[in-house]
Structures are given as structure tokens and as C-alpha cells.
């Protein structure tokens, strides 16, 4: 059974190579931004690739709506590679070679007999700070979320988190007044 992944835990602050053998961070990834993290089964699989070609399209999104798409796949950098050149993707794809992820959330998949390191794939929306919003199994193709899924989610994410997500209230307006008087100020 999985463990780690209910909504308002902050999980860890893995470091982790891309496919081409650099080390990153997922709070560096992440910044200041929401986060969606795709833990994927692995190379092998036929639905990782279809859903990493759907994601395609809501990955252009995300440069412009304050918004970090990271895929963590438990194989090596060469088959994280695979992955990521054979679908198009143009976002990070990290290494979990040791699969000290796949440990820390227990998401092995031990219904694959064929491939030990497979894991039962998981889509994490995070807010800033690496804290789960909301969690995705995606085992079954269906369970994992459309880019209409991730849209409504990263909506009401950024509705909580941003105060001045309606830039039509009075309390969004008078923080604004705020903040320019102290620029002026400074200046």
C-alpha cells in the first residue's frame, strides 16, 4: 500500500540526475510555482508514452501560467532518454535509477512480473514548497489526469495560494496600493 501521498504532506526535496547525468533539485525545479509530478512506471510501458504525448500540449501551458511539469521514471539515464526523446518532451525528466523514490511512497508495481522496477504511476499536484494537493494513481490508464483534470486542479490550486488570482477585489486591489507605495518609497 502506498504511504506518503495524502494531501498537505510535504514530501522530500529528492535530488535526482536527468538523462544527461545532471542533478536537480525538485525544489530547485519547482521554484516558486506549483508543480506537477509525474512518478511513471517506466520506459517499458505503452501508456507512459501515451500519456507523456498527451501531456505535450498542457506542457506549453505551463510557461505561461506560473506552472513546473517534472516526469520521475525508476530507470536509468539512458532509458529516461528513451522516453523522453521518443514522446517530444521538453520538460525535465529526472532518474530514479535507485528507486529511492518509488521506496519512500511504497508504489512498487509487484503486479509486473517482467520488470522489478516498475512503479504503480502516481501524478502529484504540488503547491509551492513540494506539499501534495492532490494525488493521481494512474495504474489503470483512466486514472491518470487529462490535461482537463490538471486545468481544474491547477484552478482551484491557484485560487488558495495566489491572493490576487481575482485582481478585482478589494483586498487584491489594496495590496497592490500597498506595495507600490513602498517601491515609491524605496526609490
Known sequence: MSKNLEPGTTIPDFMLPDENGDLHR?????????????????????????????????????????????????????????????????????????????????????TDTHHEYAGVPHTLILAPGLVIDKVYVGYWFWGRPSNDQLWADLGDLHRRIKPDFDPTTREARAEWDASRQVTALAG
Open 26 to 110: 525538485l525544489s530547485d525545479l519547482q521554484g516558486d510555482n506549483a508543480l506537477v509530478l509525474h512518478l511513471s512506471r517506466g520506459e517499458h510501458c505503452p501508456r507512459e508514452r501515451m500519456h507523456h504525448r498527451e501531456l505535450l500540449r498542457f506542457h506549453e501551458l505551463c510557461s505561461v501560467a506560473f506552472t513546473e511539469l517534472v516526469t520521475i521514471m525508476p530507470n536509468n539515464q539512458h532509458d529516461v532518454f528513451r522516453l523522453k526523446i521518443s514522446t517530444g518532451a521538453r520538460w525535465t525528466f529526472l532518474s530514479d535509477a535507485e528507486l529511492e523514490v518509488q521506496r519512500h511512497f511504497e508504489i512498487n508495481e509487484y
